[in-house]
């Protein structure tokens, strides 16, 4: 078990299988009647983000060792991510319940789960890098997908009506701002859990000092 700001390895796994599962029940209820437009970031990121923290709570509880704490945040940014994409191109229909949730609350509840629970510290700042992995995946997939199937998963983001080099710029600005988001997350953790363990220390000290004073 892991003391500390993390808490022990049981909360960590209820607190991961209880977003999980509410991660998963809200956004198939969400598309309910709209199946067809599970293709959409939206939903892949909530649904396997979901996936991923039952899988977590599974390991944990079962083998009683976590995940690495690069794949918590990978779906940090992942979420966050979509945040920002929503911002850009569709503001006025992405804040609106649901969506507010799916677009923001769970992001919120994913970097403050991946805050609390995780330490970027045993990771270096390169694992970083493996947040762009599963965006990069899904931007191949919108291309492919309109190309192959002359239709675009998004009315505002139509990728055959684009040039190459608009793609590619399109392409290298998500890649800048997960990049962004990413490392941000990473030093905001690792700052969170030195203060945390500052403080822990100092209170320690003052402890000892008292103990000493009485003798």
């Known amino acids: 078990m892991r003391h500390g700001l993390s808490g022990t390895n049981t909360v960590k796994a209820l607190t991961a299988a209880f977003i999980g599962t509410g991660f998963i029940i809200f956004v198939v209820m969400s598309y309910i009647g709209e ?11 909530n649904f396997a983000t979901g996936i991923f923290m039952l899988v977590a709570a599974v390991v944990i509880m079962a083998t009683g060792r976590d995940l690495p704490h690069f794949l918590y945040l990978d779906a940090t940014a ?10 850009i191109f569709a503001p006025d ?3 609106r319940s649901p969506g507010v949730v799916l677009h923001l609350v769970n992001p919120i509840i994913m970097l403050t789960f991946y805050l609390i629970f995780c330490d970027a510290r045993v990771s270096s700042y390169g694992m970083a890098a493996t947040a762009l992995v599963f965006p990069s995946a899904y931007y191949g997939f919108m291309i492919a997908f309109g190309y192959f199937a002359h239709n675009s998963v998004y009315e505002r983001f139509d990728t055959n009506a684009m040039s190459v ?4 710029m399109f392409g290298l600005l998500a890649v800048a701002v997960i990049t962004v988001i990413s490392f941000s997350s990473m030093f905001l953790n690792r700052a969170l859990h030195n203060l945390y363990d500052g403080a822990s220390r100092a209170r320690a000290a003052k402890r000892e000092a008292r103990r000493e004073a009485k003798r």
């Open 93 to 95: 229909a992405s804040f």
């Open 35 to 45: 199946f067809e437009r599970c293709c959409e970031m939206t939903f892949l990121s």
């Open 165 to 168: 080099g608009r793609l590619v």
């Open 78 to 87: 992942l979420l966050l991510t979509v945040v920002c994409v929503c911002t």
